[in-house]
């Protein structure tokens, strides 16, 4: 917080614990609203200025541009779907898959994924953005998906996923949008190619208004059962 004090904030952005654990262990730091408090600083309420301002009423396509990372991932793991031919359930599903890795937490972004979905798309779209989290890491002969090498790379030879991960994927294997957790496997993985042109989320604006129910008042402020995620998303360092 010293750097947003330095910097002259009139209302100092607050970090959130989870923003420091790792780099810090929580139960040895102060809480950025207690620097707050006795720095006689006020805390920000409101959007962060260091950041682009949202539109009144934010729509999906408002959150790709101005609040995720690593998009290109996504629209190309979607297009890809389109040409392989899944359909467009698939392809949405794709598109969205990893929307939690993109705007919000990494760390079990299957489950924070269909959360902050679920309110907005098909019961199928999001049981399968939540799948995909763990049946990837399980080959499929049937279907042809093999435990892919780039996860060796990133994870290494000896990595073996929890086991509630194994137990979760058990489920999975045996329920009836199976597959179509699958395809987003299968069309995931493939989609980091550097020399693919760049990809517009513009281009995937009829994709998104026949799958996505954009509400009325704009997500974060319909009152959804994830509508405080997509707050928290747009505006990141709220003091409380």
Not at 4 to 32: C, K
Not at 64 to 72: A, G, I, L, V
Not at 88 to 109: N, P
Not at 221 to 235: E, G, K, L, N, V
Request: charged fraction near 25%; proline fraction near 6%.
């Amino acid at each position: 917080m010293a750097r947003e004090l330095e910097a002259g904030f009139e209302h100092v952005p607050i970090r959130s614990t989870i923003y420091r654990s790792g780099a810090e262990d929580p139960t040895t730091f102060t809480h950025d609203f207690d620097k707050l408090v006795a720095s006689g600083n006020l805390g920000l309420m409101g959007p962060d200025p260091r950041l682009s301002e949202m539109p009144e009423k934010p729509t999906l396509i408002d959150f790709f541009k101005q609040r995720m990372c690593n998009t290109q991932h996504l629209m190309q793991s979607a297009r890809l779907a389109l040409n392989n031919g899944y359909g467009e359930k698939v392809a949405f599903a794709c598109l969205v898959h990893d929307i939690s890795v993109t705007s919000f937490i990494s760390g079990d972004h299957g489950y924070w994924g269909r959360q902050l979905l679920e309110p907005y798309v098909d019961e199928e779209v999001a049981w399968a953005v939540e799948a995909h989290q763990y049946i990837r890491f399980y080959p499929d002969e049937e279907m042809g998906y093999e435990y892919p090498e780039a996860y060796i790379k990133y994870f290494g030879e000896d990595f073996v996923p929890e086991p509630y991960i194994r137990e979760a994927y058990e489920r999975a294997r045996n329920h009836k949008w199976y597959r179509t957790g699958r395809y987003i496997t299968m069309n995931d993985v493939y989609a980091f190619d550097p020399n693919v042109r760049k990809l517009e989320i513009e281009e995937f604006t009829d994709l998104i208004g026949r799958h996505f129910r954009q509400p009325d008042e704009g997500l974060g402020f319909d009152h959804s059962p994830s509508a405080h995620m997509w707050r928290t998303i747009m505006w990141p360092t709220r003091a409380l």
